[in-house]
């Protein structure tokens, strides 16, 4: 989730895309993303499984603090629109 959200707000503030527009191209990251992790995954079984999947939940936080010139760091990443409620 964390990897879509970044991929969508980095397209819309550094790219001033649409923010619904954006959404396919952070299911395709976030897609290729999950296949890059769990296609090596599907080897592990047992504990050896739930240490991989506790180690993505780990790394993945780190890498905005990580790419902060790109993310924001801890501040985070501001949109270049705000989202309406019109579409509720």
């Given at each position: 989730m964390a990897i879509g959200?970044?991929?969508t707000a980095i397209?819309?503030?550094?790219h001033h895309t649409n923010l619904i527009a954006?959404?396919?191209?952070?299911f395709a990251i976030t897609f290729a993303c999950g296949v890059l992790v769990g296609i090596p995954a599907l080897r592990l079984s047992g504990v050896y499984l739930a240490l991989a999947t506790f180690a993505l939940?780990?790394?993945?936080?780190?890498?905005?603090?990580?790419?902060?010139?790109?993310?924001?760091?801890?501040n985070g990443i501001q949109t270049s629109e705000t989202p309406?409620?019109?579409w509720l």
């Open positions: 959200g970044y991929v397209m819309s503030h550094d954006t959404l396919p191209l952070a939940a780990v790394s993945v936080p780190q890498f905005p603090l990580k790419f902060s010139k790109f993310t924001g760091g801890s309406t409620h019109i």
